[in-house]
């Protein structure tokens, strides 16, 4: 059992819900990874780089948070969730002055940088730390609470930038400063919450832990991780080279209707993982990955005949299926993991997630400069759809042997 452990001389505006103030600074940093979204279309014009590049400054953030999860994934669980939380929140802070004051590439590669490192950080520990400042009975909702704030986080930033930069002045300036002050909030808030770890350890007891999944958690990891990385790259592929696509095939240039459709899909995702708690943790999964399945074939056709409809539409369905197997897969894992290793477990799980928004998103901007965006996009559709099918069949034949 978790003892909450309140600071000395701190009265918390959250201590009724303490996870809810958790959840909303998970929400602040994932805006800022998804801020520059509908932004790369400037940056080509100032700084003059190809479509790969936006792939390649996309995947530096994937790689930082990979790097994380795989070498420091369990570190909230030696010296404590919130402590690691504030370094994210600072990461944060470092990767938007790098992009406020950036005028070429190196300082974005450094923004992208700061940026996967903050993500790689939260992802573990404030899904961990959410789901530990709930009562015990309010755990699965506080699961819910978890993913709903990383999704929404990652929605809210392209609507937000794409609407600053369309209607307000300093367009690749504002988004951040803006973000910025939400951040001095988020540091605020995280410092009047408690510790959930009990005695945590100083900063030199932690250690490189590797990621490791205990053997009575395999069985449903294994094809959660598939179904994690093949929607995570869905994810992906609407963060980094969707704009592009809407531009130059479509004609859709307004920043704030970019954001708008980006936001679906993580709309979408927000949806499927609140339906998902209606039918429960096993059924969620191999659900996902058939919605997975129907979303990427609607996105092919939406590449395929260049219809803004079918896209939106993919969004919807691929987005509501990535958050039935996120959830299902959270949800399952947090339960079956022993309370010393959840952080590990969840990095563990999220590592796998995002290799799948960099991998497949920069073999879509190699493929572009080959066969171009159109027919990259269509290769990875399919290729994602064979993979969240095999993921959802094992899923059910697992469920029927353990039925």
């Known amino acids: 059992m978790v003892t909450l452990r309140p600071q000395r001389g701190r009265r918390s505006v959250f201590a009724a819900l303490p996870e809810a103030g958790a959840a909303g600074v998970f929400a602040i940093v ?64 470092a990767s938007a002055v790098c992009f406020l004051t950036a005028h070429g590439l190196p300082l974005l590669f450094a923004g992208r940088l700061c940026s996967g490192f903050s993500a790689g950080l939260f992802t573990g520990a404030a899904t961990a730390y959410v789901v530990e400042l709930a009562p ?12 709903a704030a990383n999704m929404g986080g990652l929605g809210l930033g392209p609507v937000v930038s794409g609407t600053l930069a369309q209607y307000a002045p300093w367009p690749l300036r ?12 988020a540091a605020a808030t995280l410092r009047s919450l408690p510790e959930t770890v009990p005695d945590p350890q100083p900063w030199s007891a932690a250690r490189v832990r590797l990621p490791a999944v205990p053997a009575s958690v395999r069985a449903v990891f294994v094809p959660s991780a598939v179904a994690g990385f093949a929607g995570f790259a869905l994810l992906g592929v609407f963060t980094s080279v969707a704009p592009a696509f809407l531009s130059l095939y479509l004609g859709v240039t307004n920043l704030a209707v970019v954001g708008l459709v980006v936001l679906v ?62 959830r299902g897969a959270v949800s399952r894992l947090a339960a079956m993991a022993p309370a010393a290793e959840r952080g590990q477990v969840i990095s563990a799980f999220f590592l796998a997630a995002y290799a799948g928004i960099s991998l497949p998103v920069v073999g879509i901007g190699l493929m572009d400069a080959v066969v171009g965006l159109q027919d990259a996009g269509l290769y990875f559709a399919a290729a994602m759809a064979v993979l969240a099918a095999a993921a959802g069949g094992y899923l059910l034949r697992l469920a029927r042997y353990q039925g």
């Open 30 to 93: 994932m805006v800022g990874t998804t801020l520059p979204t509908p932004l790369y279309g400037l940056y080509r014009q100032e700084i003059g780089f190809s479509e790969l590049m936006v792939t390649v400054i996309f995947a530096v953030y994937a790689v930082a948070v990979m790097g994380v999860l795989t070498f420091g994934g369990g570190l909230s669980d030696v010296v404590g969730r919130r402590r690691v939380a504030l370094v994210g929140v600072a990461f944060a802070a």
């Open 136 to 147: 015990p009975e309010g755990r699965n909702r506080a699961a819910l609470v978890a993913t």
């Open 174 to 185: 504002l988004p951040y400063a803006v973000h910025l002050a939400l951040l001095a909030v």
């Open 265 to 326: 899909v993580f709309a979408g995702s927000m949806a499927g993982q609140l339906l998902a708690g209606r039918m429960g943790a096993a059924r969620a999964l191999p659900v996902g990955c058939g919605l997975l399945v129907v979303g990427l074939v609607l996105l092919a056709g939406g590449l395929e005949w260049r219809s803004l409809a079918l896209l939106v539409l993919s969004a919807v369905i691929g987005g509501a299926g990535q958050g039935f197997a996120l």
